[in-house]
């Protein structure tokens, strides 16, 4: 029998105390195990990295309890578990998150949770510059001193951060980014990032951050009837970006900042950047309009692109070959631009050139209306780095299409 027993401070549920006291291999932290009814001759291992502690264990076999930190099911081991094959029996304690939130004085089912673990800081820091209540677990190298020193002095935020929660070290610290950079912290399990302004959040009807927009692809007039992509071609370049939360989208002399906003609606994190002091003042009016969160960086892509957070996504909406080379060698993900006729041709040599696998498309969208006069055609050129054409599902157990046959009264139409 294999069992999970998450620890909170609090005391042990039954069930838990009972597969403890059987155990014959107990596995977990150092500091988890104390305190432990366990059976005097329960073989006790200290450790987390609980697959490598199960090689060469007959779980069916012999009765193994891991004791972890919280709810093994949310973020946790218990995935790996079943990954490999295993059918734990699990018996949660509080999650971390809600302890952190309970510190906090907070509600937090409209938080967005995230994790820097494993490599992920970068997308956890993207989502912190883009929400206002974000839970981040942490580890060593991607903890409270490395998500401040990302988010400072551009997102105001306030950090919250919770060490040994429910243990006997347990510390919990309010402090600003820049005072984190500085602190000594002792293995930090999770740490809130707030924007205090919007810390409370609105009550909702699902759980996280609110679901994406309604709509997208807003009319012109949503942005001030402004130099910007008309919504048609905007459509097709948010579908050609794919925003999404943990990105990181740059929005380069779009005119009016609409893509970047429409990005940011999505839940990315997103820096506009644009040369003309009118277009960057256009593009603050209609951040506040929106509201939502977009940096401005005034000045040229071409000498300000190594002073920006490393992007997922790029949007160029003029610039040419050159500021696409530069923006094509930071390896985002996906780059989209619009092009002249004369410039298509070497930006799509130049993202090929980099690695992209680069197209190009003629967009002119005519209205219905006789009276309304149709747009000038618009060339949309986009590239995707390691694009790769998804491999067809395939179920271990074929199922039939199933047909379901009308309903009394409702006449079945057929092409």
């Known amino acids: 029998m294999l069992t999970v027993v998450g620890r909170d401070g609090s005391p042990l549920l039954e069930g838990a105390k009972a597969a403890l006291e059987s155990a014959t291999l107990v596995v977990g932290a150092a500091g988890h195990l104390d305190g432990l009814p366990l059976a005097p001759d329960a073989r006790t291992v200290a450790t987390t990295d609980f697959l490598e502690a199960l090689e060469g264990v007959d779980v069916s076999k012999e009765d193994v309890v891991l004791v972890v930190d919280g709810d093994p099911g ?6 790996e578990l079943l990954e490999e094959g295993h059918a734990p029996e699990a018996f949660p304690g509080t999650p971390q998150v809600a302890r952190a939130f309970a510190q906090a004085g907070l509600p937090w089912d409209d ?7 494993d490599g992920h800081l970068r997308q956890a820091v993207n989502a912190c510059r883009a929400h206002p209540k974000v839970a981040v677990l942490t580890e060593p190298g991607a903890g409270p001193s490395e998500l401040a020193r990302a988010l400072f002095p551009v997102t105001p935020r306030s950090f919250v951060v919770c060490e040994d929660l429910g243990g006997p070290k347990e510390r919990v610290v309010y402090v600003r980014p820049a005072e984190a950079t500085t602190r000594p912290w002792n293995d930090p399990e999770v740490v809130l990032v707030l924007d205090n302004r919007h810390a409370l959040g609105e009550a909702g009807w ?8 309604a709509g997208w692809a807003l009319p012109a007039d949503a942005f001030g009837g402004g130099p910007g992509p008309r919504p048609e071609v905007r459509a097709f370049v948010l579908a050609k970006l794919g925003p999404k939360v943990g990105d990181m989208v740059w929005d380069v002399e779009s005119g009016d900042g609409s893509v970047g906003i429409e990005c940011a609606r999505f839940g990315a994190a997103v820096v506009a950047v644009d040369r003309d002091h009118a277009a960057c003042a256009r593009v603050r009016e209609n951040v506040r309009l929106h509201g939502v969160k977009v940096a401005m960086a005034s000045g040229d892509v071409r000498s300000s692109a190594e002073h920006l ?5 790029v949007f160029l909406g003029r610039g040419g070959p050159e500021a696409v080379q530069v923006c094509a060698a930071l390896r985002p993900a996906r780059i ?3 092009a002249t006729p004369a410039e298509a041709r070497a930006i799509l ?6 690695g992209f696998a680069a197209d190009a498309v003629r967009l002119q969208a005519a209205p219905l209306d006789p009276r309304a006069e149709a747009g000038e055609p618009v060339i949309v050129v986009w590239g995707e780095r390691d694009a790769r054409t998804p491999e067809r599902p395939t179920s271990r157990t074929s199922r039939p299409i199933e047909t379901i046959s009308a309903l009394p009264g409702v006449v079945e139409e057929r092409s």
Do not use: I, N, T
């Not at 949310?74 to 995935?79: I, N, Q």
């Not at 938080?111 to 673990?117: P, Q, R, Y």
């Not at 957070?309 to 996504?313: Q, S």
């Not at 040599?349 to 980099?354: A, H, K, N, R, Y």
């Open 74 to 79: 949310y973020f946790g081991v218990v995935r």
């Open 111 to 117: 938080a967005l949770v995230v994790s820097a673990k």
């Open 206 to 213: 699902v759980g996280g951050p609110a679901p994406g927009p």
């Open 309 to 313: 957070p490393v992007p997922d996504a």
């Open 336 to 338: 989209v631009v619009l």
């Open 349 to 354: 040599d130049e993202l090929g050139g980099q």
